[in-house]
């Protein structure tokens, strides 16, 4: 399993960002793959899913308005979205896959790989 973010920064309030992840071929096809981050001293949380085929998008209610997750299955690259951004979206965002083929979830704990993350600050 290979994934790889990039993407992140450093931006003011109201700002956006966009967030991608390379993943492997075989990775990508058949997988719904999530976006999760972790802020300094807080637990990983969940940020949004999408479907292994796209066609459906889940998102954690303090994101939700604001991020948008997508793939492009030729290039098998996740994205992430980012508007509106607040201070406390701060944190090291990570795209994430379950073990699990052809699922959706929407818990971070359900997700077993992910790779290295990417710095999001978002400042006042």
């Known amino acids: 399993v290979q994934l790889q973010a990039s993407g992140g920064g450093s931006v003011q309030a109201g700002g956006s960002l966009r967030l991608s992840c390379a993943a492997s071929r075989r990775t990508f096809g058949s997988y719904g793959m999530g976006w999760l981050r972790q802020a300094p001293g807080k637990e990983r949380e969940f940020v949004a899913v999408i479907s292994w085929t796209g066609a459906n998008t889940f998102y954690a209610d303090s994101v939700k308005g604001r991020f948008t997750i997508s793939r492009d299955i030729d290039a098998n690259t996740l994205y992430l979205q980012m508007n509106s951004l607040k201070p406390e979206d701060t944190a090291v965002y990570y795209c994430?896959?379950?073990?699990?083929?052809?699922?959706?979830?929407?818990?971070?704990?359900?997700?077993?790989?992910w790779g290295q993350g990417t710095q999001v600050t978002v400042s006042s």
């Open positions: 994430a896959i379950p073990s699990e083929r052809f699922v959706t979830y929407t818990r971070a704990s359900q997700y077993n790989f």
